[in-house]
């Protein structure tokens, strides 16, 4: 291993001109787009398909919850992986104390969102096999679906994001520049320098061990990895035999039909596993390879691209998602398209009525001046008009 010391990654120099640097916040932006809109999909779909409910409640409330949890997940991972929020959030956890607890809070998402779909895979290998329904349903322990996977997420949390949360802190490191007196000031989110030497081991250390990042892969990334790749593998051994029961049975359309549907779910599987499989390997040449453990740039992609893709990965499983993705797309469309005309049809009926208004008022300034009495040069003669007065009108009037 080439360094045994954890640095932090504010303390890190972020070249952004480099070509390295901006290809990532290309696939920042495609990976934050993909994210958002398929987990806001998947939050919309599993919340209003009557083909989830019957499945199972559990199964509902897990795929949902999964969605919401990988939103913020992929937020989280963008802005720290991005070149420019990553300078910015870096001066924000140096300087700002709620921004340095903030920051490490963050990192629950990741463990929340790789637990949760550690226990949506058991409730899919719970609707595959018959002993698993069995026992719940015998114990009926429905319940203990929603209770146990709390109190497990709950510990863990306790566990791994609690200490780094209270202990860390605003922190300022001193280096002398190469060549000259002048000291350099460093601002970061770290132990502070009252700590007990043991806690800066647990912390500091990244080699395999009990210290702080080996726990937090553990948690975040080997067990629900190794786990999900397990039951992925065991619905794949329950499609292959049920196909292979069904081509024993009679050989037809309808057989040929679910080899071809076994065979693409097993893809989906295996495609699955992959992306957890990814995240854990990332993760694992981070501590051999890197100072900053956990928010290396390829690390970071992995878990962003593991948080915005999984959910497309597994609507590919069946038919009945896409169908439900193309009806909701429409449904989009249809809306989008009616409030555009709404919209025009409200631009027009304004524009009508103004020219209305503006007919209305030309009509009575016009029927106005027609009913005014013309005037043939009375405004300026005098109010009081003599007998002698040598104008025609006042001889016309002495002679009446």
Known sequence: MVHDQYMSLSLVNINITSYCMQF???LCYILVILGLV????????????????????VYVY???SSSIINIFCVIRYALVLHSKTRIIINNLIGHVWFACKLYELSFCFRLISSWIILFWMFERVTCVSKRLRTLFYRWNASQLKFIIPCIIIFIILGCVIGPPAYMYQPRISKNKLSNSTIKSMNY??????????KWQKYFNELHLGLNHYTIRCFFSELFPAGTIIIFNSYIMYYLFRTSYQFSQINENKITKERQRTTSWMNIVLILHSCLFLSSLFSHVVGHFLSVEAHETWWVLLTVLGNCSLNFYV??????AFRKQIIHIIQRLIILISYKLQTCKQQQQNHQYDNFKIENLIYQSNHVENINQPKSYGTKNYPKTIGINSSSPISEQETSV
Request: glycine fraction near 10%; charge should be positive.
């Open 314 to 319: 597994y609507c590919l499983s069946g038919k």
């Open 24 to 26: 990532i916040d290309s």
């Open 62 to 64: 897990l795929a949902t």
């Open 188 to 197: 970061f989110c770290g132990l502070p320098s009252t700590v007990s030497i």
């Open 38 to 57: 398929g987990n806001i999909l998947g939050l919309l779909i599993f919340s209003s398909s009557r083909h989830t409910s019957k499945i199972s409640s």
